[in-house]
């Protein structure tokens, strides 16, 4: 039987797999802070144009791949019995998503959303503090840690009501996180236990 060699063209969500998974190639064949738009363009065989009707910035095509190839667990507050059991399921939650993304990629990644960020905050200052208020205590994170403290309150492990702790207190543990991504150091379950047991659990305890 004789061979062709017919190229399909492809369309709609083929053509955006194809774009999505060559973005998910380069990111860990170059690393997201050397990824171009001619790079992803190349590696799914086709151009630039065609991705830019889709995603405006690499950014956006990059969020894309990843909710594409990051598979996402329904998750819950743990509950444990113990704050520090607790502290050790929230925060190594995220481990896996770190070993499969990798950290410098992670770094760069919100280094380019924070960028984002503050740009927009140049045009309209007020919504921009405003949002970042909200962000500050309205985040998964928060609302996961808050409810954790709060069992662990009733069961008597903590003297104070974390609904007095300050706003600061209750971010500690993404700040934690985030000084491990901008030092992009190793983020695995030695490293949450370590944050769990030499800062948070002292610093909730000292509240």
């Known amino acids: 039987m004789e061979k062709t060699n017919k190229t399909h063209r492809r369309r709609g969500k083929a053509l955006e797999d194809a774009i999505l998974d060559a973005t998910w190639q380069v990111i860990h064949e170059t690393g997201y802070a050397n990824m171009t738009m001619d790079d992803i ?8 144009n065609t991705i830019y009707r889709r995603w405006e910035t690499k950014f956006d095509v990059t969020t894309a791949a990843l909710q594409k190839n990051v598979p996402v667990k329904k998750f819950t507050a743990p509950d444990t019995g113990s704050l520090r059991g607790d502290l050790i399921e929230l925060l190594a939650a995220g481990v896996p998503i770190v070993k499969l993304i990798g950290m410098k990629n992670i770094k760069e990644i ?27 205590t309205d985040n998964l994170v928060v609302q996961y840690v808050m409810a954790l403290l709060n069992r662990a309150y009733k069961r008597g492990e903590l003297a104070s009501d974390p609904q007095t702790f300050d706003v600061t207190i209750m971010n500690l543990p993404i700040l934690l996180i985030l000084s491990r991504v901008i030092s992009e150091s190793d983020y695995n379950l030695q490293t949450v236990v370590f944050l769990v047991d030499k800062i948070l659990l002292p610093v909730f305890n000292a509240q």
């Open 41 to 48: 363009a190349k590696t799914a065989h086709t151009n630039k």
């Open 110 to 136: 919100a280094r380019d959303r924070l960028s984002a960020v503050q740009n927009t905050r140049q045009y309209s200052p007020k919504k921009s503090t405003e949002k970042a208020k909200q962000l500050s």
